[in-house]
């Protein structure tokens, strides 16, 4: 008899017996589950921000910032901005002017939904040209675009969703100044929607902000970045460091995304190492329950591999459908499911990459699960095992 | 007590399946310990705030400065002891890699008399207003970076810009030892207002934020209006709230932790469940006709059901003890890592309750088994 | 004549197997003297088994009374029928059926648990015992570590240990050698004679049944009384 169906066969006999053993082998289905849905719930989270941030969009874009302070209150003067738009490597739109717009982003107290209390979000003023440089996801739901100069603004769908006051029409009060809401808008679930936005000038003045805090530009191919940047940084006139707007969107992720995914991978690897704990039990168990069975075949000239093989095909058989309901949980339950963390709004998202993942997890178990109970059938006595009940 | 040694021999009866099963309820428990310490001591730094201290911010955000010259209006409220002038500074430190650390400029003469936190020696605050330059450093953050006092700190910090340079060349004046009272704005480094203020390349002659103490805690929330209603409809309104509520605030800021703590120990806890009433289940399984022989020795039902029920006991609480011995243990390790103080009694207390809940729900339908079995039955092999 | 310590009236036991109700006990009067050794022989399926069961209170009767040592048992509650267990019988089974993960010492003092002995006086009165059966040398060892006859002796041990009123002893020679058997038979005898206990024993050696100082016959659920010595 071939190697091939010697495993077929015996692989076959042990899953047939698989029911008799239904509560022992449950174990293992349900204790993979629960790892997969925890840390595919936990690493979802960090997807989730990692897709909102999105960055990685626009790779002709590039953001220049203050060099020295991290957080500034703003620096850029109406003069350094106009430097900056005579760097070279800047794309200019259908009317000859160079895409380069200043933002000021303040910091701004609205009334929470929940709860009651109030919390931060962030107000940003965008340069006249900002609606060109947006990108093609992002479009106005409803009503329209604010007027420069006047106090009018438009409200991303997640902070729409998280605080009071906001529909388009309202009239919100910030820092004693009433603004209108006149639109609203969404841009495919990016961190932007956790904004207000309106007119950098407009926003400056009512803020008594002197300067823009950083500038953004569109260049003419993401290949002019090294170019643009070294123009500005040799030049003595301006402080400045330059970034693609992807490397600075991660860098400011990273130490939430970095915590996400430490979180989720050692929630993940500590709860693995109990549910192996759990399945060695169980394949030990239906090893030792057929000491008999194993060593008869054996007797009868099955080869020991084949054993060995028949109880690894029959941990992956429990593990892996544990991981498809562990994804299915952590999909079904929170696949989509907005969360409100460190004062942004963003949906969590239970990738196939993810799910993935955790078949990878669940295999990893099943291996390490069965390991030593196949070498133990394998290395079982055979007349021993005859003699004995 | 005398049944002790019964049931100790009936849980190691095999012991390669007890070790496994063990490992995994040490495990579970570890890593209960972990995320309700982590918890705990988040909720821990909220109790632990001042209760007759009040921040005021600029209404707008934390990060909007205030004018200075509303220091001496805020002192003039009634209730008010006394106040002081913060300047966020939160700097980085470079050894090998950046580090972030929280620090505060404060004024030297007015933050002793405002922050009744004993941690921080006097001497080490006087100390900032002889050396300008001087930086105060909690222990842990000096024995990070190996540093003493006298020793020089360049720092960046992260909001400031030094008119001088780029770093803002600090020297260690005091290192601080605090333990008791980690709070917020514990356990952060110190530096001089005035030097940070005067340095800055903007928004000189402005506070981040005032501290401020009430005469009486139990007025705190009035006094709080008043001051705020002094700066009303003006360009700089301002916000107070207790030291409390405003720990409460951004610990609720990071997301509902207490939530995805609870969810993951859920789902440790059912699969354990699981886990360990199988294997409890297989064991009395494989006993029926040693149990059968116990109750014909005389052993009554309800004492083969205890006998049971406390094998399931004894393998929890052991199992239980360890994991949560270890994960006391690493508690410190959260106190360097995150600088939450944990209140490990109630951790361990919970935990071991949730041991015993663990054993019952695992232990009684394999002990039930256990009891209902016929003697006649079990001894002719059925 | 004195007072049976067993003493049997009418007894009746029907099992339901399936769909099926078998008499497997009709109407029982049997009494056993104190100081008796009772041989209670017949084929397999007689009812041998169920019998003893009765009489040892691991099983009540459809039917009829039970009385043992003065007291009915056979309407005993199931708590109350353990505590007169413990208090009146020691069992000796065929397979020995010893805790495997107890030591020999351990296994012998099982049933003092249940009375309020001291830790000191429970470890003498299981060593005494072991010595009556001549294991003193062997307390440390797990059952595994035991050949037949030596379990046999431990759970003679057991059984005797707490000074119950009567000895159930079932087949209790039947997974033994002619030479161990010939020993355990004694050692039975020894203990009726010189100790005075009461056993009955269920056996369908006639060799075995020789031992007693009396042998019923069961057949097909009635007792016959003829001594029908070498029929089995």
Same mark, same amino acid.
């Given at each position: ?12 006999m ?11 082998s ?16 936990? *690493? ?45 490597g ?7 002017k ?13 009334q ?20 060109e ?27 729409q ?10 009239t919100?009060?910030?820092?004693g ?54 123009? *500005? ?33 050692? +929630?993940g ?6 549910v ?32 060995? +093989? ?5 941990s992956?058989?429990l ?24 004062? *942004?709004s ?10 993935l ?13 069965g ?10 006595? +055979? ?7 | ?20 099963? !063990?490992?995994s ?6 890593l ?17 705030t ?20 509303q !220091? ?15 300047i ?24 002793d ?28 953050l ?44 514990g ?8 030097y940070?203020?005067?340095?800055r390349t ?6 981040s ?24 409809n ?32 859920g ?20 006993r029926?006709p ?9 052993f ?31 508690f ?16 361990? !207390?919970?935990?071991?309750? !949730? ?6 729900v ?11 079995l ?5 001894l002719?092999?059925? | 004549?004195a007072e049976?310590l ?48 009765l ?17 009915r ?5 199931g ?22 993960t ?23 009165n ?55 058997t ?25 060799k075995?049944?020789?031992?007693a ?20």
């Amino acid at each position: 008899m071939s190697f091939l169906r010697q495993i077929w066969s015996v692989t076959a006999m042990n899953l047939a017996g698989l029911p008799s053993r239904a509560g022992a082998s449950l174990v293992t289905v349900i204790g993979v589950a629960c790892v997969v849905a925890v840390m595919l719930s936990l *690493l979802g989270v960090g997807a989730g921000v990692r897709h909102a941030a999105k960055g990685a969009d626009r790779p002709d874009q590039a953001i220049v910032l203050t060099s020295g302070a991290i957080i500034t209150m703003g620096s850029f003067s109406p003069g350094d901005v106009a430097q900056i738009a005579e760097a070279p490597g800047i794309k200019r739109d259908a009317a000859g002017k160079p895409m380069v717009q200043p933002q000021a982003a303040v910091i701004v107290e609205l009334q929470s939904k929940t709860g009651g209390g109030t919390n931060n979000a962030s107000f940003v003023g965008s340069g006249e040209i900002g609606h060109e440089m947006q990108g093609a996801s992002f479009h106005l739901t409803k009503g329209r675009m604010y007027r420069p100069g006047l106090h009018e603004l438009i409200v991303g769908d997640a902070a729409q969703r998280q605080y009071k006051n906001l529909d388009v029409g309202d009239t919100v009060v910030l820092r004693g100044t009433p603004w209108t809401v006149v639109g609203a808008f969404k841009d495919d679930g990016g961190l932007d929607e956790n904004s207000l936005v309106s007119d950098a000038d407009t926003v400056l003045a009512a803020f008594a902000r002197p300067a823009y805090q950083s500038v953004t530009v569109e260049l003419a191919s993401p290949a002019d970045f090294q170019q643009f940047k070294d123009a *500005l940084t040799s030049n003595p006139q301006l402080q400045v460091k330059v970034q693609r707007l992807a490397d600075y969107a991660a860098e400011q992720l990273k130490p939430l995304t970095g915590l996400l995914s430490f979180i989720g991978y050692f +929630v993940g690897g500590v709860m693995a190492l109990g549910v192996i704990f759990g399945a060695l039990n169980t394949m030990y168990s239906a090893v030792d329950g057929r000491r008999r069975e194993i060593a008869t075949l054996r007797a009868l000239g099955f080869n020991g591999a084949a054993v060995a +093989v028949s109880v690894m095909v029959e941990s992956f058989a429990l593990a892996i459908p544990g991981a498809l309901i562990g994804a299915a949980l952590a999909w079904l339950l929170f696949s989509g499911h907005d969360i409100a963390m460190a004062g *942004l709004s963003f949906a969590m998202q239970v990738t196939p990459g993810l799910i993935l993942l955790g078949l990878i997890w669940a295999a990893v178990i099943g291996l390490i699960g069965g390991l030593a109970p196949a070498i133990r059938a394998v290395t079982l006595p +055979v007349a021993d095992a005859l003699r004995t009940t | 007590m005398k049944f002790l040694h019964l049931v100790w021999v009936g849980v190691w009866r095999k012991p390669g399946r007890a070790l496994l099963t !063990l490992a995994s309820v040490i495990n579970a428990f570890l890593l209960f310990g972990l995320l309700q310490g982590f918890v705990s001591g988040m909720n821990g730094a909220v109790a632990d705030t001042h209760a007759d201290v009040l921040v005021t911010a600029s209404r707008v955000s934390q990060l909007e400065p205030l004018p200075i010259s509303q !220091l001496p209006t805020i002192r003039a409220t009634p209730g008010v002891r006394a106040a002081t002038p913060v300047i966020i500074f939160h700097g980085a430190f470079r050894t090998q890699a950046a580090v972030n650390v929280r620090g505060f400029a404060v004024d030297p003469v007015s933050f002793d008399a405002t922050i009744p936190d004993e941690t921080i020696p006097a001497a080490d605050v006087a100390a900032l207003e002889h050396t300008r330059n001087g930086v105060v450093l909690p222990a842990r953050l000096a024995a990070l970076f190996r540093l003493k006092v006298g020793d020089a700190m360049p720092l960046k910090s992260l909001l400031w810009v030094n008119r001088d340079g780029q770093a803002w060349p600090q020297q260690v004046v005091g290192v601080y030892q605090s333990n008791a009272h980690d709070t917020l704005f514990g356990a952060a480094l110190l530096a001089n207002f005035d030097y940070v203020d005067q340095g800055r390349t903007q928004s000189n002659g402005t506070a981040s934020l005032y501290m401020v103490r009430v005469a009486d805690p139990s007025a705190a929330s009035q006094v709080a209006s008043r001051i705020d209603a002094q700066f009303a409809n003006s360009p700089n309104e301002t916000k107070t709230e207790s030291e409390r509520q405003l720990a409460a605030d951004s610990i609720k800021q990071i997301g509902d932790i207490g939530f995805v703590v609870s969810a993951i120990t859920g789902a440790v806890f059912f699969a354990l469940l699981f886990s360990v009433g199988a294997m409890m289940m297989q064991s009395v399984r494989e006993r029926t006709p040693e149990l059968a022989v116990l109750k014909t020795l005389g052993f009554t039902d309800s004492a083969v059901l205890t006998l049971i029920v406390a094998e399931s006991l004894v393998m929890c609480l052991f199992a239980a003890a360890i994991g949560l011995g270890l994960a006391a243990m690493l508690f410190p390790l959260i106190r360097v890592g995150i600088g939450f103080n944990v209140h490990a009694a109630p951790v361990l !207390l919970v935990g071991l309750l !949730l041991a015993v809940g663990l054993a019952l729900v695992s232990g009684l339908p394999p002990a039930i088994r256990g009891m209902r079995l016929s003697i006649v039955d079990a001894l002719a092999g059925r | 004549m004195a007072e049976p310590l067993v003493n049997l009236r009418s007894v009746v036991k029907r099992y339901r197997r399936g769909r099926e109700v078998v008499e497997v006990l009709h109407s029982i009067d049997l009494e056993v003297q104190a100081g008796e050794f009772l041989a209670l022989m017949g084929p397999s399926g007689s009812g041998k088994t169920t019998l003893l069961n009765l009489i040892g209170g691991l099983d009540r009767p459809t039917a009829g009374e039970v009385v043992v040592a003065g007291e009915r048992i056979d309407d005993l509650s199931g708590g109350e029928l353990a505590r007169w267990r413990a208090r009146h019988v020691g069992f000796i089974f065929q397979f020995y059926n010893l805790m495997p993960t107890l030591s020999a010492e351990a296994n012998v003092e099982l049933p003092l648990l249940l009375t309020n002995l001291s830790g000191g006086q429970r470890k003498r009165n299981a060593a005494a015992a072991l010595a009556l059966v001549g294991l003193t040398d062997r307390a440390r060892h797990r059952p595994g570590e035991l050949s037949g006859g030596q379990q046999q002796r431990v759970a003679i041990a057991r059984a005797i240990v707490a000074d119950p009123t009567l000895l159930i002893c079932d087949e209790p020679t039947g997974d033994l050698d002619r030479e161990t058997t010939e020993d355990i038979l004694r050692l039975l005898q020894l203990l009726n004679r010189e100790q005075g206990k009461t056993l009955v024993m269920v056996t369908h050696d006639p060799k075995a049944a020789s031992f007693a100082s009396r042998v019923v016959h069961l057949d097909k659920g009635l007792l016959v009384d003829a001594p029908l010595e070498g029929a089995a």
